[in-house]
């Protein structure tokens, strides 16, 4: 499937969530300085490159159960989905201790009860809670094919794995075509949207079945040696 998603309903989405998401960019602005984040931290940039492309994932997000952030930085997406969707637990993970003491910091200035901030590697974390998440994304965190062997492990049966990516996406997913099912996975489902004259991707799989045991193999060897070669 190849769609185009709408960018009134992204509109509507921060109308209705401004004030907290402008609160998440004064919080990261005040990082600026002591922790890195994100790449730029002026407002205007903040908001629009990285709340709104941020947003474009809301509408594909599942109607219940927990969702995972992996390699979560500053909170993008994960933040921003738990401002969106206080219906729904939400897990933001990353390996880098201060990005996990600030995302403390910013989860208590927006007052957000949906929120566990988890400190590990994606291949560590995924050995206590396997298969127990409803859908587990990223964004800019590896290329396609190392992410798949970090996101589809959290993924339950009829979840989905989802990444952000930019043109250059058909690069990484075509060497993965027809061995997702390695990892439990369909082909990807490719939602697509223009930011600031850009184009940009949302990628999602479907878990179809279990994840073999040996994935996620050993910290470090999803980069070291690929899964589908
Ligand atoms: C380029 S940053 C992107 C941050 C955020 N998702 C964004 O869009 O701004 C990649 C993040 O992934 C984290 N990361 C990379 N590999 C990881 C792994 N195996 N487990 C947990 N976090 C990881 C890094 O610490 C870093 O914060």
């Not at 291949?123 to 964004?139: D, P, V």
Request: hydrophobic share 40%.
């Amino acid at each position: 499937m190849f769609q185009h998603l709408n960018e009134n309903i992204v509109a509507e989405i921060a109308e209705h969530n401004r004030k907290a998401l402008e609160t998440y960019i004064d919080g990261l602005v005040s990082f600026s300085g002591r922790v890195r984040l994100t790449g730029p931290q002026d407002r205007e940039t903040l908001w629009s490159e990285h709340i709104l492309d941020c947003l474009y994932s809301v509408p594909l997000l599942p109607q219940e159960g927990d969702i995972i952030d992996v390699g979560t930085g500053g909170g993008l997406p994960g933040m921003v989905w738990a401002i969106c969707r206080p219906d729904l637990h939400i897990t933001l993970l990353d390996s880098v201790k201060k990005k996990c003491v600030a995302l403390e910091e910013l989860s208590g200035l927006l007052h957000l009860k949906n929120v566990t901030i988890i400190c590990s590697r994606a291949e560590e974390f995924a050995l206590s809670r396997r298969e127990t998440f409803s859908l587990a994304g990223a964004r800019a965190v590896k290329g396609a094919g190392v992410l798949l062997e970090y996101l589809s492990p959290f993924v339950a049966q009829g979840g989905k794995a989802l990444a952000f990516k930019g043109p250059l996406y058909k690069e990484e997913i075509e060497p993965l075509a027809g061995q997702e099912y390695r990892l439990g996975l369909s082909a990807p489902d490719i939602f697509y949207y223009s930011l600031n004259g850009k184009e940009h991707f949302l990628l999602t799989w479907q878990k179809k079945k279990p994840c073999p045991k040996e994935f996620p193999r050993k910290t470090g060897m999803a980069e070291k040696k690929f899964w589908w070669r």
